[in-house]
């Protein structure tokens, strides 16, 4: 079993930067593969971005390739999602989740954090 708690957002000016980070309970944290899912008012929760289970590979959806950053460290049983560029657009809720299988479904993580709240004014 693995909880997670995220930190680290907050409200930026657009063209500005924040890093999401998002620790991870449990002694079996390298085997999950880790992904970032966000949810702006009036859309449904979104895939954002996701790392393999030995940080070797990442994946991003359209629309933050190029801008932001997956990573993990396996030691220190933390993810970090690093956001520049940010814009109004980007204004969401960010959720950190753990998947035995990677996926971009919402339906496929096995364990959610509570999410951290990102605003980005124009």
């Known amino acids: 079993q693995v909880q997670l708690v995220e930190s680290g957002g907050g409200l930026v000016q657009a063209g500005g930067s924040l890093r999401l980070s998002c620790a991870a309970s449990?002694?079996?944290?390298?085997?999950?593969?880790m992904s970032w899912f966000r949810q702006a008012p009036g859309k449904e929760r979104e895939f954002v971005a996701a790392?393999?289970?030995?940080?070797?590979?990442?994946y991003y959806t359209d629309s933050v390739k190029g801008r932001f950053s997956i990573s993990r460290d396996n030691a220190e049983n933390t993810v970090y999602l690093q956001m520049n560029s940010l814009k109004p657009e980007d204004t969401a809720v960010y959720y950190c989740?753990?998947?035995?299988?990677?996926?971009?479904?919402?339906?496929?993580?096995?364990?959610w954090g509570q999410g951290t709240q990102v605003t980005v004014s124009a």
């Open positions: 989740a753990a998947a035995r299988t990677f996926s971009r479904s919402t339906s496929s993580p096995d364990y």
């Open positions: 790392v393999s289970v030995n940080g070797v590979g990442t």
């Open positions: 449990g002694r079996t944290f390298s085997s999950y593969c």
